[in-house]
């Protein structure tokens, strides 16, 4: 016997040819199916009656299984694909409604009730599809201008982007915008005699333009085509040996508006040859360019605020080449050095350029990463002043430095080392008093302004403390200090304790010396209670093991922190008491940081901290997964809101977080 497994619809509507019957049997088979009929019609009718209805609730999904099953049962008719369409409609999906409408008027005939139907739906579904609303022609200029394009439109690197062959009407209003086009060329550039033809249209309302230029491209050749009048940033990376006179020349052309250029490996090129190409520059930034420039220079460039010269050779970073720079510039507001010169330089810088505010001095940031450089157009005097490298710096220059800049200085970062000549010192420190031949220890500077101390050494050692102390005597108002454990000597803990506005530490474990000092600040903040102004602590502990600095549990007692950052390498299981006293302490933690940039995290860390009633925002800073029971518990935080996570969770995973947590993060850099 053969089972059927799939019966049709169609067939059982239809009238069975008899090739034998029994009595009046075929009437009785004609009229059945003709029932059958009828009821199918009667059928379809009502679930064509639901699908409107569940399509109106914007039950989509069920109304078009209706419109599905209409077409099983009744094949030839257009009711079911009219139905199916009108659904589609309705969600606004016009192309997949003209698909189904096309199905339907081949499937059915002519003379079907519901074939003009299909004809006229499918019609206003053409219309509809190809309807744009065009709202930048409607909303007033102001707004397209300020409000809307900013957001739309970011920059036109790569290919040109449609936007502005959607209309004339848009074109106009996006060449109106205040930021102007931007364009780049990339490496593959092998002429600017010709092609570029969009850049070379747009050129008199481009504003940004950066690209890549070989050994074969002359600049002046694109500059000499079209009359870039409003280019003020240009970004070029070069590839040596390059020809020096089309440079400069394109330069020429361009340089009645160009304000910001940066210049990457172009060794051939000389700063001299910039400032003179383009004398309205208000920012340069130069990597491989040297910063050579004539002796006694009469020269001048007053618009010039921001330079960077990353890169200089030994004949370019000389002291008598880079006061002739300096001598130039007496605008300039920030100014970036690598590698350092001598540091002999810094007691000069505010003889040659008064005005400046941020220095970074061996400082070596990359060109996409912004400081804040919060710049006055006539403040005197350095406020935030950034000294790296791994030359030593003399002690006496860093206290003239710091002695000229006292009044003004806000931000200080020192990460280096320091030379002390006792032989020869001009200035000398001792017990937080700075004395010269022409200076008493009673008339010792303060820094007034002072917020943010940062002062650490590539080699640790404790040949800052003197200079340390120094600064946390005469710094009344810092609110954040970043120091070394070795730093931690009774003096410099005493000058810390008195610091009224104290909010934030870092502190970079680097010694296995005695914590008798962190014990007796950490003591003292503990013992404030909600008093206490410490609210941020960072602890660096690497490479050192985070459980063999017993020191750290007693951050768990500070009543007033928001914001733990545990960064180590490694955080091993013999952490897991110290979670625990954190997990039971700190009332008013918010954030919590557990490891650094490729740490390792031992099982069941995260399970004491899971019930912490104030813990917002918890990054994790493994680069593998944790294990099984750590991942769950994450599910489990009592009012997490913020999770960043290094590593890639499963689907599964990641969707029991994202239901329990606000904002996930997977993945970060």
């Known amino acids: ?111 079907d009730a519901y074939y003009q139907q299909l004809q006229q739906h499918r019609m206003t579904a053409i219309a509809n599809n190809n309807k744009r609303v065009d709202f930048i022609s409607q909303l007033p200029l102001d707004i397209v201008i300020i409000n ?57 309302y481009v504003q940004t333009l950066s690209g890549s230029l070989s050994n074969v491209v002359c600049l002046d050749d694109l500059f000499s085509r079209a009359h870039f009048s409003n280019l003020k940033e240009l970004s070029l990376f070069c590839t040596p040996p390059m020809p020096l006179l089309p440079l400069i020349h394109g330069l020429q052309l361009i340089a009645d508006s160009l304000t910001h250029l940066l210049i990457y490996d172009c060794p051939f090129l000389q700063l001299c040859d910039i400032l003179e190409t383009c004398p309205n520059l208000v920012s340069l930034r130069t990597m491989n360019v040297d910063a050579i420039m004539p002796l006694l220079s009469s020269s001048s460039y007053p618009k010039m605020t921001h330079l960077t010269l990353h890169g200089q050779s030994e004949r370019a970073r000389t002291h008598e080449n880079i006061v002739n720079v300096l001598r130039t510039l007496p605008s300039l507001r920030v ?15 505010h003889k040659h350029c008064p005005y400046l505010q941020v220095i970074l001095y061996g400082f070596l940031r990359r060109f996409s990463l912004d400081l804040p450089e919060k710049v006055q157009a006539n403040r005197k005097g350095i406020a935030s002043a950034y000294l790296h490298g791994r030359d030593f710096y003399k002690q006496d ?26 032989d020869d010192a001009f200035w000398t420190i001792s017990n937080g008093h700075v ?47 970043h120091i070394h454990d070795i730093y931690f000597r009774p003096a410099i803990v005493n000058a810390m304790i008195k610091l009224r506005h104290l909010q934030k530490i870092q502190i970079d474990v680097v010694s296995k010396e005695d914590d008798n000092g962190i014990r007796t600040f950490l003591k ?88 912490h009633s104030n813990l917002e925002y918890l990054k994790i800073g493994a680069d593998e997964s944790l294990s099984d029971n750590d991942l769950l518990a994450l599910c489990t935080f009592l009012g997490l809101k913020q999770l960043q996570l290094r590593f890639i969770v499963s689907d599964d995973l990641l969707e029991m977080l994202e239901d329990r947590i606000p904002h996930v993060e997977i993945g970060l850099l």
């Open 524 to 611: 003292h903040h503990i013992a404030l209670g909600d008093h206490s102004t410490l609210e941020h602590v960072v602890v660096d502990s690497n490479p050192v093991e985070m459980s063999k600095k017993p020191w750290i549990a007693l951050l768990s007692r500070l009543t007033r922190l928001k914001n733990l950052e545990l960064l180590a390498g490694v955080i091993s299981d013999n952490c897991i008491p110290i979670m625990a006293a954190i997990g039971q302490g700190c009332p008013t933690l918010e954030k919590l940081t557990l490891g650094m940039y490729g740490a390792e995290l031992a099982d069941g860390l995260l399970m004491p901290l899971r019930k």
């Open 397 to 422: 220059d860093l206290v003239q430095f710091l002695h000229v800049q006292r009044d003004s200085l806000e931000t200080l970062k020192f990460r280096g080392d320091i030379e002390i000549d006792d």
């Open 148 to 204: 809307i394009l900013p957001r739309v439109y970011r920059s036109m690197f790569g290919p040109l982007r449609e936007i502005l062959y959607v209309s004339r009407s848009w074109q106009e209003r996006i060449l109106k915008q205040t930021m102007g086009l931007k364009f780049s060329f990339g490496d593959e550039t092998n002429t600017f005699k010709k092609g570029h033809a969009q850049l070379i249209r747009f050129a008199p």
């Open 435 to 481: 004395q010269s031949s022409n200076q008493h220890p009673e008339n010792n500077p303060s820094f007034p302004r002072l917020v943010d101390l940062g002062f650490t050494n590539i080699h640790p050692s404790t040949t800052g403390v003197p200079m340390v102390l120094w600064i946390l005597l005469n710094a009344p108002n810092l609110t954040t200090i």
């Open 335 to 349: 100014l970036e050095i690598f590698p350092i010169p001598d540091s002999s330089l810094l007691p000069l810088l």
């Open 1 to 111: 016997m053969t089972v059927v497994e799939d019966i049709s619809w169609s067939p059982l509507l239809k009238h069975n040819t008899l090739t034998a019957q029994h009595g009046n049997d075929g009437n009785r088979i004609a009229t059945a199916t003709e029932t059958l009929k009828q009821t199918a019609h009667q059928f379809v009718q009502v679930l064509n009656e639901r699908a409107t209805l569940l399509a109106n609730c914007a039950q989509f999904d069920t109304a078009l299984h209706d419109a599905a099953a209409i077409q099983a049962i009744l094949p030839g008719s257009g009711l079911g694909y009219l139905c199916m369409g009108d659904v589609y409609c309705q969600q606004g999906h016009h192309a997949a409604a003209i698909s189904i409408y096309d199905q339907g008027l081949q499937a059915v005939t002519e003379s």
